[in-house]
């Protein structure tokens, strides 16, 4: 069995202050992607450095130079950024999605070829989509553009597990709720960034021509939520006014191994250290 978590740590520096590293000594997933780390390289480092002797602790390295990590800091100032911590074997890394150069789309997408105990490659995406905004013409062809070019790669990788070769999964906060069953309020929301027809036509495309699972959704099946996302804004935490925008896409080989999920919401508010919660799949590969 192997876990994978992905979790959106809304700025690294402040979820460190609000107990993040309680949560990473009680879970060290095997493959662990974070979002919006918000940081510059030189004090994300010390924050990494802290989770792997975290890791470390508990017997889980990934060798002899210990815990390995993949993260590339946005251009842009406060904004974005992605980074990935695995004690399993690592065969390459690739940063960055081909075609796009603006510094609005760095710290976005990193992927990691990574090795199972049992000996088997898995292409593991950490990605960070951006978040949009209806009544900004910019910031929707931004999203719209990124979305364009992670569908060619996303082809890339089906293509490549079609082949026999390696099996993929991307984890990420995706900024898309895709059914109203991913949202708490979808008539609310049809004309709200992040429940676009037109965003949806995405994830439809990479379930459908693209062949990917989305994992949390196989396993739970056809309920309501459960979310990953509540506004700060109210009481959305309290009454479960929420959004399912993180999740794990996994090429179909890849997703039928997969054996449970879980979503760990902080029981309270005031315990929270994001506004996202993680989301843990344990596969058995």
Known sequence: MITVTTSNVNGIRAAKRKGIDAWARA????????????APQNELDPILDYFADAYAATGKTAGPEGLARVNEVCRVKGRAGVALLTD???????????????DVDSG???????????????T????????GNADDEVKMS?????????GSRLADLRDEAARGGRQAVLCGDFNIAHTP????????????????????????????????????RDLAGDIQGPYTWW????????????????????????????RGFV???????DARWSDHAPLTITYDV
């Not at 008539?187 to 949390?216: C, I, Q, S």
Request: glycine share 6%.
């Open 124 to 131: 593991v995406v950490c990605v960070y989509v951006h978040a």
């Open 263 to 269: 979503i760990d919401k902080a029981p309270t508010y």
């Open 181 to 216: 069953l991913d949202i708490k309020n979808a008539k609310a929301n049809v004309n709200h960034a992040g429940f676009l027809p037109a965003e949806r036509a995405y994830v439809d495309r990479w379930l459908g021509e693209y062949e990917f699972v989305d994992v949390m």
């Open 88 to 102: 399993l074997q690592v065969v390459d890394r690739r940063i960055g999605l081909p075609g796009l150069s603006e």
């Open 108 to 122: 976005r997408w990193v992927e990691t070829d990574v090795v199972t105990p049992q000996g088997y490659t898995v």
């Open 27 to 38: 879970n060290t997933p095997d493959v662990w992607c974070m979002q919006e780390v918000r």
């Open 231 to 258: 506004s700060q804004r109210g009481r959305a935490f309290d009454n479960n006014v929420g959004w399912r925008i993180d999740y794990q896409f996994a090429t179909p080989e890849l997703a039928e191994t997969a």
């Open 142 to 150: 931004q999203k719209f553009r990124f979305l364009d070019a992670m």
